[in-house]
């Protein structure tokens, strides 16, 4: 491990205990163009809120539909409003060769580490899953954190592998299964980190937790971080009674009305954030905004949550 990695690691790990990861939203004009200015409003704000990281252009930031520019762009203005306070994940993916074209473009950009998105499209066998963060090892000299969700699944043997890769430092897990999950975190290095990214993962931050991985990602936190920062603190207290009635009226209902539309993991968590104001704008096809029955519900639901906090909308 080369002592960048080992520092990018240490700030990682204690970010994680610290404070949410957080993800955001990328700016779109309402015709669909990136909105730069938009986003460096909306992202030191994020950064303002104390997440123990962030990480521009993954998932939530619709990496899938920027395109090498506007990449560019998204990742130098975080690392610029971050300034060093809080380490910065960009996300990369695609098949390895593209992957690293976006790896250099945030290792130019200032990027502490890389979230490898799950590759695209194809299935692929064990030994593949393994090759692929190879061939982006060798090319790029940022960390980088493996995103297990969709096709991609790691044994306990090729996690044993990729942890072997020196730059790789931990794994994102985005199916849930505690088993093998608990398999993993037992044949893992000392140190390496691992991380709850499961959809809403308030939902399952204990049951995360219950095989050694507190730290998770919110998708609250792109708009409501009071939300999200209030459930955090009563999860590391141990404060049940909050925490379970935080779950029971708003996180669930969040995941129900989630579920009601492919691709609502997106477009509510950037309703919610023009709901209150913020300069996010529209998705991106093939993503569409809610309708207004489902915005209307969203906006209640935000109300109550923000309500259980003590904050206004």
């Known amino acids: ?115 490898v998105l799950p590759h695209y499209l ?19 000299r940022l960390p980088l954190i493996a995103y297990q969700r969709g096709q991609v699944t790691f044994t306990v043997g090729s996690l044993k592998r990729i942890a072997a890769i020196p730059t790789v430092i931990g794994l994102k897990d985005g199916h849930s299964d505690l088993d093998r999950l608990q398999r993993l975190t037992l044949a893992a290095p000392e140190g ?11 939902i399952q931050a204990r049951a995360y937790a219950t095989v050694g991985i507190p730290a998770y990602s919110s998708a609250v ?21 909050t925490v379970e009635k935080l779950l029971r009226d708003f996180y669930v209902p969040l995941v129900e009305l989630r579920d009601r539309v492919p691709g609502y993991a997106v477009s509510l968590v950037k309703a919610a954030a023009r709901l209150r104001g913020r300069p996010v704008g529209p998705v991106r096809a093939p993503l569409t905004d809610p309708s207004a029955a489902n915005l209307a519900d969203l906006k209640m639901l935000l109300t109550t949550g923000l309500d259980l906090v003590g904050a206004a909308l």
């Open 192 to 202: 390496f980190l691992f991380f709850n990214g499961a959809a809403t993962a308030e």
């Open 122 to 140: 194809v299935a692929a066998p064990q030994d593949g899953l393994v090759a692929q963060l190879e061939q982006i090892a060798a090319r790029t």
């Open 221 to 241: 936190h792109a708009f409501a971080p009071e939300i999200a920062n209030a459930f955090f603190t009563a999860f590391q207290d141990g404060d049940d009674g």
């Open 1 to 115: 491990m080369s002592p960048d990695t080992g520092a990018v690691t240490g700030r990682l790990r204690e970010g994680m205990a610290n404070g949410v990861l957080s993800f955001p939203l990328t700016s779109f004009h309402d015709d669909g163009s990136l909105d730069p200015d938009g986003f460096r409003t909306y992202v030191a704000d994020r950064i303002a809120t104390g997440p123990g990281a962030v990480f521009p252009a993954c998932g939530t930031g619709e990496f899938f539909s920027l395109d090498e520019d506007e990449y560019r762009q998204v990742v130098t203005i975080t690392v610029e409003e971050a300034g060093g306070r809080v380490p910065v994940v960009a996300g990369i993916g695609y098949g390895w060769a593209q992957a690293v074209r976006f790896a250099r473009i945030a290792e130019e950009a200032g990027a502490d580490a890389l979230l």
